[in-house]
């Protein structure tokens, strides 16, 4: 587990705080800032820039964890909350929320270090799917694009669907461009003469 990261807590008590940065130095991770408002977490996580947020409330609402993800940019880095009480609703909202590890029963010293990596590990895993979902996306839509430009050449040239994709893979190579490029633009321009 990297052990340089820059961890931000959110704890309004201040000997909660040094107990968790006590417990942070003692698990290998120095670069810790703490927080002691969670209305200052938006400007908070724009300077410090953490990789992970660790946030220890007693009893999260549902404003609260919509402020949570929007403020901690859930898709940019790992947060970790600990609570004291919850129930299935406000579980599932904080996991909607984009939360890596929802730890109810408090947060305990002893449990930092393997919840937070963890909660890494579960952040990685999630941002690799989500990469890989959105790389699918983009997959289906270029194929969209390039049957679009085939079918237009098929149209306009009486071309069979072979000699239209070669035409436009002989076009992305001699202009040094990719096939999507040249399929996007000839469906753009198709679209203005249309």
Known sequence: ??????????????????????????AGWSDVRALAQISALDRTVREFAPDIVLIDLENPDRDTLEHISYASETTKRAVALFVD?????????ALNAGVSAYVVDGLKMERIKPVLETAIARFKIMRQM???LDAA??????????????????R???MSEDDAYNLLRKTAMDQSRKVI????????AAELLS
């Open 1 to 26: 587990m990297k052990q340089d990261l820059r961890i931000l807590v959110v704890e309004p008590n201040a000997e909660r705080v040094r107990e968790i940065i006590d417990a942070l130095t003692r």
């Open 85 to 93: 009480r919850t129930d299935e609703n406000l579980t599932k909202a």
């Open 130 to 132: 989500q990469s890989e």
């Open 137 to 154: 996306k983009q997959a289906l839509e270029d194929r969209k694009t390039i049957d679009r430009a085939k079918g237009i050449l098929m």
């Open 156 to 158: 306009q040239r009486g």
């Open 181 to 188: 490029d040249v399929a996007q633009a000839l469906v753009t």
